[in-house]
């Protein structure tokens, strides 16, 4: 044990600590099948990012339930690891291109690879380093990348094992397309918001009838010379008539039809739309039903592509959209511009107008998601708050296939090669049907991970993955998937159920009944029939095979993936529950059988005290790393916490956090307090747990001694419920208040006499110690580095029995001892002969707000410093006796000469205490002369107040001419003052 310092220094106990558990190896995980298994895998951050607040509360919330769960004696493991996050990285190494003069193209691919590798190399691992400052106890030397080798070749498989199945395809179809990063987007990767236009009303000509013209409204002219058709209710009476015509397009000049479709909104505008397929989602659909022409008029980065139109070709869209405008206007064709609020659709990471672009991509159908639905309806997932399983699920019902394909270099290449030579513009669905590929030998593409045997006649797909369909594999990717074992090693008497291709033949090879493995081939290898080979067993099955053949197994990455998958919980924002959540539970169920998860866990979103988003931009972001210097890492951790109910949004303000700092040092000057007051000759002794509960002497029991371990073992089932159904802030509260309220401000203060007794001492300590040391353990999770401090400070610490603990360093680190519930510590103390009074919280309870309120009454009379006040008791029987069994300790905590059981004190100020009215002898209290001339100095100037408001109330003028809410605020007001006076009036006459 060593001597607590006067005050707690949180930076110098930090890093001592992380640095011992790093050394001791306290963060491994171990797949151990004697233990039951917890995961973690972190949500990997972008390998461009630094910590902020939203990381902060996430793996706060992460490291909780991990240290938690090695506490329980499981086998524990949260992998950490960082996306590569395409369009980010990239973006930010083009820029430092830029800044040398130097495009990626002047590079070419494989040096812009290898430089932006380089940069991948130098910032890794910041955020990571970060996190370490926050306490997080990841298993650091499995860190996963998702461009590390491994890793990648579960991506590529499962495209390979998708595009194989019918799942991925290659069309031209509308997407949202970056000018910026110039690469197509996901629909979840563009965000609404509202923007301030202008709607444009313009005219078209009808080329049948010269002179008569409709009028379009559109928030886009730059885009009309595209326009290739106009389109128009079929139920609109006010165009029937124009069935069947034409209109003239201004420029460059055209004739364009009228189209019937009910897509057009009759409400909107003037119920005409120009319908520009090439540049609209909806269009595009209107242009197919009428084949229309698709015209494209934009170049990738946004600018105009019509060298019929020299004023407006090679301009930015924006401002030829000025130019369209004015160009309209000198043809007489505007009729006016109006300012417009609409919804525009921004590029995630460019923070850009998109575009909707026709384009070649590869697209994914979903797979699983009817399964994907069902368990999270069932339960088998859980997510918490529930609320958001509903969001999950419409997001389910009204899924389009994803746009996977990204137009940039850094990233997972699609593992697709097209013959050199042929029109990749030109090629069929039959040319693209995976079955023809693998039956033809004159197919045109190629899909497997490693390529085709004779590369020099091929050429691979320049496109890379979208990044979430290598992070949606994470759960499992991120345990070597595909994990393989080669059936030749095993003398098997298994029935062993495989795939020998990628297609959905089964062959089965019958060995005995003594168990099954089900696996699939390995997807780039193609087995002969009948040959056994490399093979991708199911976690599910690999159990069985591990338990027969355990020492064959248990070297495999297979090994590692059975043991660990699914994972035990995931902790993230809602805001990706579509980006993330949804695609790896699909994931899991497609490639693993089973679901990635049992549990989410969705933290709210950090906000300032004035309700917006944390940014860069508005300034209102602190840096976390300040933060954990100003408030420590634990007491920011803890301030967090307190400050986060379950899901909702958080209104961050240092002053909130404060409360984390304030209670590390309250916890700090406890224990040291409680140290101090420990003889020398005790100091040497560890406290084990069994050691205190048999020290106890039940006979010495009050009801204090009863009702701070009774309230321990509430707050141990409070905080073991909490954390089992993620009601964090319910847990956090519960610590908070058993410490701060329970513990200090009451069973220590009523402590200090029974430490001045030699008889009382040592049982007095005894119960100290188990509140200290519960506390201790149950706090550990949320505040890991004080609580590992003062668990060795105090003597909590055991010498290591199991010799694998002697081995990390020697350290009984407080990670290995659970607090368990308090039925369990119940239990115990029963067992050794302490029965807990139940009744004794309540009494407890009691005689603190009794106490609480005496000292408010003195403190309303300006006695709060004076120790010589008497106080009379009206009570009944039960009352009395609670008082006068704790009479000793009330005066002192009160600061009371008497507190007589006499009955009620007329004309005395008093308050209803749960052990009855308590009044206040003023009398025999105070200065009675000074008193009086207060009170009645006091009663003037009520009954001043109460003339002037009974004259305005009086005043009809007054009554009849104001606010209503002004004349009922004086009638409130007169009826205080009424109030007031009445009782001033009763303390002077108790004074008399």
């Not at 994470?474 to 298994?494: E, H, I, Q, R, S």
């Not at 300040?626 to 408030?631: G, P, Q, R, V």
């Not at 706090?779 to 890991?784: E, F, K, Q, S, T």
């Not at 239990?827 to 009794?850: H, P, S, W």
């Amino acid at each position: 044990m060593s001597e607590i310092s006067k005050s707690y220094e949180p930076a110098e106990v930090e890093n001592q600590w992380y640095q011992r558990w790093l050394e001791a190896g306290c963060f491994r995980g171990e797949a151990d099948p004697s233990k039951e298994p917890f995961c973690i895998t972190i949500p990997p951050p972008n390998v461009t990012g630094v910590l902020h607040m939203g990381h902060l509360l996430n793996n706060t919330i992460q490291d909780l339930y991990t240290r938690r769960a090695r506490q329980q004696g499981k086998a524990a493991v949260w992998v950490p690891g960082t996306d590569h996050a395409g369009i980010a990285t990239q973006s930010r190494v083009e820029r430092k291109l830029r800044e040398q003069g130097q495009t990626r193209h002047d590079l070419g691919r494989e040096k812009f690879v290898e430089v932006a590798s380089e940069w991948r190399d130098e910032h890794r691992n910041i955020i990571l380093d970060q996190l370490k400052k926050l306490g997080a106890s990841c298993d650091w030397d499995r860190t996963v990348h998702t461009l590390d080798p491994q890793y990648s070749r579960g991506v590529l498989t499962a495209f390979v094992e998708l595009f194989h199945k019918g799942n991925i395809y290659r069309g031209k179809r509308m997407v949202n397309w970056c000018p910026v990063s110039l690469t197509a987007l996901s629909n979840e990767e563009v965000i609404m918001k509202p923007q301030s236009g202008k709607l444009y009303k313009m005219r078209y000509e009808i080329a049948e009838r010269p002179g008569e013209f409709v009028e379009i409204s559109t928030t886009r002219p730059e885009t009309l010379m595209g326009d290739t058709g106009v389109a128009i209710h079929p139920e609109d009476d006010r165009y029937k008539h124009l069935h069947g015509l034409h209109a003239v397009r201004p420029f460059p000049r055209a004739e364009i039809p009228f189209v019937p479709d009910e897509h057009v909104d009759r409400e909107f505008g003037t119920g005409v739309l120009k319908v520009t397929p090439a540049h609209d989602m909806a269009d595009f659909d209107i242009g197919n039903r009428h084949n229309l022409e698709v015209i494209d008029v934009l170049t990738p980065d946004g600018k105009i592509n019509c060298p019929e139109c020299p004023e407006l070709h090679g301009k930015d869209r924006f401002v030829a959209r000025k130019i369209a405008a004015k160009m309209l206007d000198e043809l007489g064709l505007l009729v006016k511009e109006e300012p417009y609020e609409n919804n525009v659709g921004f590029s995630e990471r460019a923070d850009v107008p998109i575009e909707p672009r026709l384009s070649d991509q590869w697209w994914l159908r979903y797979p699983k998601v009817e399964e994907a639905k069902e368990v999270v309806r069932n339960g088998t997932i859980k997510f918490y708050p529930e609320r958001w399983s509903k969001t999950y699920l419409h997001w389910l019902e009204n899924i389009q296939d994803w746009c996977i394909s990204r137009q940039l270099w850094w990233g997972h290449r699609i593992p697709v090669w097209y013959k050199k030579g042929i029109d990749r513009a030109s090629l069929t669905e039959e040319d693209l049907n995976p079955e023809n590929i693998q039956l033809s030998a004159d197919a045109k593409i190629h899909v497997s991970v490693d390529g085709p045997p004779d590369p020099e006649n091929w050429e691979q797909e320049e496109d890379v993955l979208d990044t979430w369909a290598s992070s949606w594999l994470w759960p499992f990717g991120v345990f070597g998937w595909p994990g393989y074992l080669k059936l030749d090693d095993f003398k098997l008497n298994d029935r062993v159920v495989f795939l020998e291709e990628p297609t959905n033949h089964e062959t089965d090879i019958k060995k005995g009944d003594e168990g099954i493995v089900v696996g699939h081939a390995a997807p780039h290898v193609i087995v002969e029939a009948g040959k056994q080979g490399w093979y991708r067993v199911l976690p599910r099955e690999l159990k069985n095979l591990s338990r027969i053949h355990h020492d064959l197994v248990a070297e495999t990455q297979a090994h590692e993936l059975a043991f660990w998958y699914p994972t035990s919980l995931l902790a993230t924002g809602f805001d990706i529950i579509f980006f993330w959540v949804a695609r790896m539970i699909m994931a899991g169920l497609e490639f693993m059988g089973d679901v990635p998860f049992k549990a989410v866990y969705f933290n709210g979103l950090i906000r300032d005290s004035q309700g917006r988003k944390m940014s860069k931009s508005l300034g209102n972001s602190p840096d976390p790393l300040e933060l954990i210097a100003k408030f420590g890492a634990d007491g920011l951790r803890l301030g967090l916490l307190l400050i986060a109910p379950k899901g909702q949004d958080i209104l961050f303000s240092e002053d909130r956090i404060k409360e984390g700092r304030n209670f590390c040092n309250k916890l700090w000057n406890a224990s040291r307090f409680r140290q101090m007051s420990e003889p020398g000759s005790q100091k040497s002794k560890v406290k084990s747990q069994e050691g205190l509960i048999e020290s106890l002497d039940a006979g010495q029991f009050d009801v204090d001694d009863h009702a701070i371990l009774g309230k321990l073992c509430q707050t141990l089932d409070t905080v073991h419920k909490g954390l089992e159904t993620y009601e964090l802030h319910a847990a956090v509260q519960a610590l908070y208040s058993f410490f701060w309220s329970d513990f200090c401000d009451w069973y220590v203060e009523v402590s200090k006499a029974k430490l001045d007794s030699e008889k009382t001492r040592a049982n007095c300590l005894a119960i100290q110690d188990i509140c200290l040391r519960q506390l201790l353990l149950m706090l550990h999770p949320i505040m890991p580095f004080i609580t590992e401090e003062l668990w060795h400070s105090l003597g909590f610490a055991e010498e290591p029995k199991d010799e694998s603990l002697k081995s990390k360093a020697g350290l009984d680190s407080i990670q290995n001892h659970n607090p368990g519930t308090g039925v369990e510590l119940r239990e115990k103390l029963a067992g050794a002969g302490v029965t807990l009074d139940d009744k004794a919280v309540a009494a407890t309870n009691a005689l603190r707000d009794f106490v609480t309120q005496a000292r408010a009454l003195k403190a309303q009379y300006n006695l709060a410093a004076k120790r010589d006040v008497t106080f009379n008791l009206e009570a009944d029987a039960e009352q009395k006796a609670l008082l006068e069994g704790n009479l000793d300790k009330l005066l002192k905590l009160v600061g009371a000469e008497a507190i007589q059981p006499d009955g009620a004190l007329e004309n005395a100020p008093a308050v209803v205490t749960p052990l009855g009215t308590l009044y206040l002898d003023l009398a025999g209290s105070v200065d009675t002369e000074a008193e009086k001339a207060r009170l009645t100095k006091e009663l003037e100037q009520l009954e001043k107040a109460i003339k002037g408001a009974q004259a305005k109330l009086g005043n009809e003028s007054f009554t009849g001419k104001a606010p209503a809410n002004v004349v009922e605020g004086v009638r409130q007001t007169l009826a205080t003052n009424l109030e007031k006076q009445a009782e001033t009036q009763k303390l002077l006459a108790s004074l008399e």
